[in-house]
């Protein structure tokens, strides 16, 4: 099993798969940690992508020798604080609720 080091400097080669094996081997982890600062599962999902494709876009632009595992941690909780500084989405409500909601407001 290559070292996170063998991986990253693959990456840095431009070998897709050793970018898989670094994703398969803390998409889980990365994950749980998301989920627990943002408590919820949609948003943690969607973090946890953007942390894995910021160190993508991050390993091909620098030959800076990193430390994987406390580096994608770092990507990834700054990526929860952008999420939780963002403004909170509105409540989605079907337009059929709307509108009734909308019309029983409505004086005759």
């Known amino acids: 099993m290559p070292t996170d080091h063998e991986?990253?400097?693959a990456v840095r080669r431009?070998?897709?798969?050793?970018f898989e094996a670094l994703f398969s081997r803390y998409r889980g982890r990365i994950h749980a940690y998301v989920s627990g600062i943002l408590s919820d599962p949609d948003h943690a999902e969607d973090v946890t992508q953007e942390a894995f494709i910021s160190a993508l876009r991050r390993l091909r632009d620098t030959e800076r020798p990193i430390a994987f595992k406390p580096w994608i941690y770092q990507i990834a909780k700054n990526a929860c604080i952008d999420e939780l500084r963002r403004p909170r989405r509105s409540l989605e409500v079907p337009?059929?609720?709307?509108?009734?909601?909308?019309e029983s407001q409505i004086d005759p």
Do not use: I, K
């Open 7 to 9: 991986l990253v400097t």
């Open 95 to 102: 337009l059929g609720q709307a509108r009734d909601a909308a």
């Open 14 to 18: 431009g070998d897709e798969t050793a």
